[in-house]
């Protein structure tokens, strides 16, 4: 069964303080990872997309990574601005849909 | 940055009565869609919309839900006899094409409540 799972579910860093948020997936037929930001009532974000086995992506404080089996949001020296829940997808086999996991909730103290 | 809107950001309605989402995707995209999230649980899909079909819907998507295409800028999901269950954050989304590499820009969501 294509999944995407996510930890941890919630994570509260101090401003400055480096850590990194894990995605494992098991979808067949990999046609891509997303990697998406939702802020409080808010439609998810687009981020990253990332297709093969050691591709990165940086956006200011981010970079996204992916192995065969997992990806990695590493978030750099954040501020409290880079609070919010951050959401992990991938296409189904059949492309015209995408499955999320359940993100995690980055809280980012001044 | 070209956006997608929704309306209404929020709609309250009588258990059994008929809503309309609606959405207005970006201008070039040509493949719709609609997502829907309950509070404090996963973003679902729903349904994949492109020329002026579906192309794919989730379980969820039973015969109460429809999509449809009614114009050239407008993209609307209709619930036909709304249930407690039904409500959530509703999302459209757009992609210029499948499998986009830019992902699929999301609007900010229509939340439904449904009394």
């Known amino acids: 069964e294509d999944q995407v799972t996510q930890s941890p579910e919630a994570l509260r860093l101090q401003e400055g303080e480096s850590s990194s948020l894990n995605c494992s997936y098991t979808?067949?037929?990999?046609?891509?990872l997303f990697w998406y930001r939702q802020d409080p009532g808010k439609g998810p974000e687009f981020l990253f997309t990332l297709y093969s086995a050691g591709e990165e992506k940086e956006k200011e404080r981010l970079k996204a990574t992916l192995t065969k089996k997992e990806s990695f949001l590493h978030i750099t020296a954040p501020k409290p601005e880079d609070s919010a829940t951050y959401l992990c997808?991938?296409?189904?086999?059949?492309?015209?849909?995408?499955?999320f996991g359940s993100g995690t909730r980055l809280s980012i103290r001044p | 940055e070209p956006e997608v809107t929704q309306t209404p950001s929020h709609q309250v309605t009588q258990m059994g009565q008929e809503v309309i989402l609606r959405c207005v995707p970006i201008s070039n995209h040509l493949y719709f869609y609609w997502y829907r999230q309950i509070l404090g649980q996963k973003v679902e899909f729903l349904v994949s919309f492109y020329n002026n079909e579906i192309s794919e819907k989730s379980e969820i998507f039973d015969d109460q839900f429809s999509v449809e295409r009614p114009d050239g800028s407008n993209f609307t999901l209709k619930i036909r006899s709304t249930k407690l269950e039904d409500s959530a954050m509703y999302f459209c989304?757009?992609?210029?094409?499948?499998?986009?590499?830019?992902?699929?820009?999301f609007g900010s969501g229509t939340r439904l409540t449904v009394v």
């Open positions: 979808v067949s037929g990999l046609r891509g």
């Open positions: 989304a757009s992609s210029e094409v499948i499998g986009d590499n830019y992902g699929y820009t």
């Open positions: 997808a991938a296409p189904y086999s059949s492309a015209s849909k995408i499955i």
